[in-house]
């Protein structure tokens, strides 16, 4: 079963616009991890945030995380055409040694 | 970082055949494996772990009998759609667990489409 939620479902921004995409999990976790999927290809890990940090910067991208909310947000900045692909969190958890995923964002960057 | 291969990375088979998936750990031993299945649209649901010399474990929902998991080696896991019909027709994808002294991390192959006629 899936860990949580995210939302927005869906996002459409234009390009140069900066695109907020949030996780919500249920459970206690070791670390949270983002990852990308373009249509009907394999996942582009992103970014992992443990669970004692609080934000981490890779690029473009900047995930925050709040474990007393247990949520999570990412950004990326200045986005760009490419970027437009699915982004789903995925949570370690605790009582699991397996990756649980969350349902998703379909952001679109428009040109 | 490691990677992981699957094949084939797509598949069209007839209603009622079987299907063979690989899943291998190209530069790492992986005593953990898992499978994944994504319907359009939708996130990754875990269907069941695999370990090395020993039963898959399924998740809840997911049929053994159907989805047959054999992991011989620290290298290979394969999993086998039995009498596979139209609506196993998925994107499976695998992952493989490697573990070191700073902790776990799961790797993803590219996935497999299969589609069943």
């Known amino acids: 079963s899936q860990q949580g939620e995210e939302d927005p479902q869906a996002l459409s921004i234009q390009e140069g616009e900066n695109a907020t995409m949030n996780c919500s999990y249920k459970?206690?976790?070791?670390?949270l991890q983002w990852y990308r999927q373009n249509s009907g290809r394999g996942l582009v890990h992103l970014i992992l945030?443990?669970?004692?940090?609080r934000e981490k910067h890779s690029g473009r991208l900047r995930v925050t995380l709040d474990t007393s909310k247990k949520s999570s947000s990412l950004l990326i900045t200045a986005s760009r055409a490419a970027d437009t692909a699915s982004y789903f969190c995925?949570?370690?958890?605790?009582?699991?040694?397996?990756?649980?995923f969350g349902s998703g964002t379909q952001l679109t960057v428009l040109p | 970082g490691a990677v992981v291969s699957q094949h084939p990375s797509w598949v069209i088979c007839k209603s009622g055949t079987s299907v063979k998936i690989e899943c291998r750990s190209l530069?790492?031993?992986?005593?953990?494996m898992f499978w994944y299945r994504q319907f359009p649209k939708q996130s990754l649901m875990l269907m069941a772990t695999?370990?090395?010399?020993?039963?898959?474990?399924?998740e809840q929902g997911v049929e053994k009998d159907k989805f047959l998991i054999n992991h011989a080696s620290l290298t290979l896991s394969t999993l086998t759609v039995t009498s596979a019909h139209p609506e196993d027709s998925s994107f499976y994808i695998c992952?493989?667990?490697?573990?070191?002294?700073?902790?776990?991390?799961?790797?993803f192959g590219p996935g497999t489409r299969l589609t069943v006629l």
């Open positions: 995925a949570t370690d958890r605790v009582s699991a040694r397996q990756l649980t």
């Open positions: 945030i443990r669970s004692n940090e």
């Open positions: 530069d790492f031993q992986a005593t953990t």
């Open positions: 459970t206690s976790i070791n670390n």
């Open positions: 695999s370990n090395e010399g020993s039963k898959a474990t399924y």
């Open positions: 992952s493989a667990r490697e573990s070191s002294g700073t902790g776990d991390t799961q790797y």
